[in-house]
């Protein structure tokens, strides 16, 4: 070979190698940077922790903010009625992100059921970055995530900062903690299947009234989102159960009850507002609520769990799929995590099991 050839080619190949290790280090850098949502707010790691379920086959998947993901335990439905359910929730999902991550957990299968929070047709466009990246950044690519970055972009965000969150978060070197090296490439479980455990306990009082609204009339934008997951549910014959999760605040006013009452009726929708249930369910906001009445703790969650459980059982046709050894084997593990995570949030708050 041609001396000049050869110079040609060796340079070639440092160019190709020094790309190389360059590419490597960026994305080193990137996932050292990105949070890990492994302690304080942990809330951001939920999404993507569904990729990891052995068994996607679920009868039901909820979709939704926190009004789900911190009120029903799917190791109550299928402790107590063989039912295999997943909690697709995120902070302050809103109604855009929860069609677009309904799209993504089709590409593995199709539930029986769907239950799908209302709270969320408040938001007629997405209200916060930092929410939006909760949601989004643990979705796996596809045109779903794509989907839901651009329906949920702030005016001052950027998709590529979605491709590359190196852009985003280059600055946050002051911020690193040891969590960050500890869970560079695999974190921890911060969810069970989806649900946020809080066993302690903070009674509701004093609650606010919601403030009088110049308009109570949820958005265009909204309601097309709602259209699209109920034609997502029906395409894929899917029963679709719209829900409303018994918060005391944000308060949830009269006028948009009555729209969510329309919709439900004009489209043979099967709508359950817990808050008109609270006294069936058996729920106490002396026990039951952890932050004053936002949300469920265990107890509460638990007490939801075992009614839903039940009207699901009866009124959507889902079968007892206890006796299948791949899922008592799987829930088994699981149920054991849920024990263990229960003993040690009662030792943590000083408090006595029941």
């Known amino acids: ?185 695999k974190t921890k479980p911060v969810s069970f299947n989806g649900y946020y455990m809080r066993v302690d306990v903070r009674p509701a009082e004093n609650v606010p009234t919601g403030r009088p609204l110049a308009d109570y009339s949820f958005g265009d934008n909204a309601w097309s989102y709602l259209d699209k997951i109920v034609d997502l549910c029906a395409e894929n014959d899917i029963q679709l159960l719209l829900i409303k999760a018994p918060s005391l605040y944000p308060y949830w006013y009269p006028q948009w009850e009555e729209q969510v009452d329309a919709y439900a009726a004009e489209h043979n929708l099967p709508y359950l507002n817990f808050l008109e249930l609270q006294d069936e369910v058996g729920l106490d906001y002396n026990t039951d609520t952890y932050d004053a009445g936002l949300h469920m703790n265990l107890s509460g969650a638990e007490k939801l769990s075992h009614w839903l459980g039940a009207y699901l059982r009866e009124n959507m046709g889902l079968q007892d799929r206890r006796g299948d050894p791949e899922l008592d084997a799987i829930w088994d593990e699981n149920r054991a995590a849920y024990q263990a995570e229960i003993a040690a949030q009662y030792e943590r708050y000083g408090m006595k099991a029941d």
């Open 1 to 185: 070979m041609p001396t000049a050839e050869k110079r040609k080619t060796k340079g070639l190949v440092k160019f190709l190698v020094s790309a190389v290790i360059a590419i490597a280090g960026v994305l080193f850098l990137q996932q050292l940077l990105q949070p890990k949502y492994v302690d304080g707010v942990v809330e951001g790691a939920f999404v993507a922790e569904f990729y990891r379920e052995e068994n996607k086959d679920f009868d039901v998947i909820f979709i939704g903010d926190c009004e789900v993901y911190e009120n029903f335990s799917p190791q109550v439905l299928w402790d107590e009625y063989g039912i295999h359910s997943y909690i697709r929730g995120s902070a302050e999902q809103y109604i855009m992100q929860s069609y677009y991550l309904l799209e993504d957990t089709l590409r593995y299968e199709k539930p029986d059921v769907v239950v799908f929070n209302i709270q969320s047709l408040q938001f007629n466009e997405a209200q916060s970055e930092a929410y939006n990246r909760m949601s989004i950044e643990g979705m796996e690519w596809s045109p779903a995530k794509v989907g839901a970055i651009l329906s949920s972009m702030r005016p001052e965000e950027h998709f590529l900062d979605y491709v590359f969150p190196i852009l985003r978060y280059h600055s946050r070197w002051s911020e690193l903690a040891s969590t960050d090296v500890e869970y560079l490439f």
